[in-house]
Nanobody
Framework: QMQLVESGGGLVQAGGSLRLSCAAS????????MGWFRQAPGKGRVFVAA????????YYADSAKGRFTISRDNAENSVYLQMNSLKSEDTAVYYC?????????????????WGQGTQVTVSS
């Protein structure tokens, strides 16, 4: 089993930045893609960004391109999401997820493990 714990959420003004972190622990069965998803109130969970095991490939939702950057540090078992130029529509609970098939997928069904989420609120 793998446990994922997110941190770094908070309240920020529009145009500001936040950096989310996700720490993984427990035994990983194989190499794995790490992803970030978000869920706004009353809406479904949507893909934000993903990074493969080596960190050499990334994949972003259109809403994140040019503003968000995903990165990882395998030595620290961590993945990060740097979010710049935040907008009110970025307000959501952000979830970290791991896919031990290393698919670099943009859909929730591909991910085996999930964190509890961290709230990001962007005030306009």
């Amino acid at each position: 089993q793998m446990q994922l714990v997110e941190s770094g959420g908070g309240l920020v003004q529009a145009g500001g930045s936040l950096r989310l972190s996700c720490a993984a622990s427990g035994r990983a069965r194989s190499t794995y893609t790490m992803g970030w998803f978000r869920q706004a109130p009353g809406k479904g969970r949507v893909f934000v960004a993903a990074i493969n095991w080596s960190g050499g490939r990334t994949y972003y939702a259109d809403s994140a391109k040019g503003r968000f950057t995903i990165s990882r540090d395998n030595a620290e078992n961590s993945v990060y999401l740097q979010m710049n130029s935040l907008k009110s529509e970025d307000t959501a609970v952000y979830y970290c997820a791991a896919d031990d098939a290393d698919l670099l997928a943009g859909y929730a069904g591909a991910y085996n493990y999930w964190g509890q989420g961290t709230q990001v609120t962007v005030s306009s």
